[in-house]
C-alpha cells in the first residue's frame, strides 16, 4: 500500500490524492479517504452508486476525477492543511485492512517581493556588513537563504545569520576575497517548497582610499627680483675695477 500526495499545494489549486494497493487476489471492499479523523470520501464497488461524499468545511471533492484509487479536491485553501490518508479494506471472507496517512500544506505567496537593505553601499576592508531580508505575508512564511557571489553563505567561514519567520539578517567582514573587480554582490532568495521563488540582490563597493596628491612649495613671486639686485651688486666691483684702470697717469 503507497500513499501519494504532495507536500504543499498552492491555494486556489487542486489536492489529488493517490491510494495505490495491493489486496494479493482478493476483491476490494472499500476504500475510504479522511482529512484528520473525518471522512469526506468512500468508494464502494458494491454500492450503486459506489461513491459517496461526505460534506466537510471547505473540502469540494471532484467526482468526475475521482475513483477507487484516487481523490481529488478543488479549490483547496490553506485552513485545509493538515494530515490526509486512506485506509484499504479488503472483501471476505480475510477483510485485512492496511491505513497510511501523510500532511499537506497549503500555501499562499508572500504578498510582496523580498526586500533586501544594507546600511550602506561601500565598505571598506575589515569593516562588518550587516543586511537585512524581509518578506511580507504568505503562509508558511518564506524560507529566506544568503548568498554571496551565487555561493550559498554557510559556505563561507565567519558568516552569521539570525532567522526569525519572514526575515534574515546577514553579518560578516569585508574582505579582500569577496570583492571581484572592487564589487561584491549580495542576494536574498525566498522559497516555499518547489512554488514560490523570488529574490532579491544588490552590489556593493569596496571604499578604496585615495592617494593624495604630493605639490612642493611655490616659491616667491619675488623671488626673481631679488636674485637680479644680487648679481648686479655682485657684478659692480669689476665695474669700478675697470673704470679706475682707464684713469690712471701713464
Known amino acids: 500500500m503507497v500513499l501519494r500526495i504532495p507536500q504543499a499545494v498552492k491555494a486556489g489549486g487542486n ?29 464502494v464497488p458494491k454500492e450503486s452508486p459506489p461513491t459517496r461524499v461526505f460534506p466537510r468545511p471547505g473540502i469540494q471533492v471532484d467526482i468526475y476525477l475521482s475513483n477507487s484509487t484516487v481523490v481529488t479536491l478543488r479549490n483547496v485553501q490553506k485552513e485545509l492543511t ?31 517581493l523580498p526586500d533586501l537593505s544594507v546600511e550602506k553601499g561601500k565598505y571598506s576592508l575589515g569593516e562588518k556588513i550587516r543586511a537585512n531580508c524581509t518578506s511580507q505575508g504568505g503562509y508558511p512564511p518564506a524560507n529566506l537563504t544568503w548568498y554571496i557571489n ?68 611655490t616659491p616667491p613671486a619675488h623671488t626673481n627680483e631679488v636674485n637680479s639686485g644680487m648679481n648686479m651688486k655682485t657684478s659692480l666691483p669689476l665695474i669700478l675695477i675697470i673704470l679706475l684702470t682707464e684713469v690712471s697717469p701713464r
Open 15 to 43: 489536492l489529488q490524492i493517490v491510494c495505490d494497493y495491493d489486496l494479493e487476489g482478493a476483491q476490494l471492499y472499500s476504500i475510504k479517504f479522511y482529512q484528520g479523523e473525518e471522512e469526506f470520501y468512500r468508494f
Open 82 to 112: 493538515g494530515f490526509y490518508g486512506c485506509e484499504v479494506s479488503a472483501d471476505a471472507p480475510l477483510f485485512h485492512t492496511g491505513i497510511m496517512s501523510a500532511p499537506v500544506i497549503v500555501t499562499e505567496e508572500p504578498a510582496s
Open 150 to 217: 551565487g555561493k550559498e553563505v554557510k559556505e563561507w567561514v565567519g558568516t552569521i545569520v539570525v532567522e526569525v519567520p519572514g526575515m534574515s539578517e546577514v553579518e560578516f567582514e569585508a574582505r579582500s576575497s569577496l570583492f571581484r573587480d572592487g564589487k561584491l554582490r549580495l542576494r536574498c532568495l525566498a522559497t516555499q517548497f518547489t512554488l514560490y521563488r523570488q529574490s532579491a540582490e544588490i552590489d556593493l563597493q569596496e571604499d578604496i582610499p585615495q592617494l593624495a596628491h604630493v605639490m612642493g612649495p
